[in-house]
């Protein structure tokens, strides 16, 4: 299985970004992928997830209202909307995956993703 994000650039504050997040090796049938994002000398820190069964979905408060997270399972790819860009949501940006058994927790904790993709840059700046 593997994950490849992208769609990451340089955007205006209030600007707007989409990134997606390409799921090869497996369907996407029954899931939960987030979305991740690590600035500089902080840690990473889980921004949205989408759980297949339901369509349940998270965000982190410092996005909701922002971001939307949604997906399109007949092109395997989970995309992470950005709007209303502010500089502090300048990071490297990751998608992760988790599948079944779930742990108890939602959304999952960062050891329970089971696959990680490569990061896309985004930086948000005048």
């Known amino acids: 299985v593997q994950l490849q994000a992208f769609g990451g650039g340089l955007a205006q504050p209030g600007g707007s970004l989409r990134l997606s997040c390409a799921v090869s090796g497996c369907t996407l049938d029954e899931y939960t992928i987030g979305w991740f994002r690590q600035a500089p000398g902080k840690e990473r820190e889980g921004v949205s997830y989408i759980r297949s069964s339901h369509g349940s979905t998270y965000y982190s408060d410092s996005v909701k209202g922002r971001f939307t997270i949604s997906r399109d399972n007949g092109k395997n790819t989970v995309y992470l909307q950005m709007n209303s860009l502010k500089p502090e949501d300048t990071a490297v940006y990751y998608c992760?995956?988790?599948?079944?058994?779930?742990?108890?927790?939602?959304?999952?904790?960062?050891?329970?993703?089971?696959?990680w993709g490569q990061g896309t840059l985004v930086t948000v700046s005048s």
């Open positions: 992760a995956m988790d599948l079944p058994p779930y742990g108890s927790s939602w959304p999952p904790r960062l050891w329970e993703l089971d696959y």
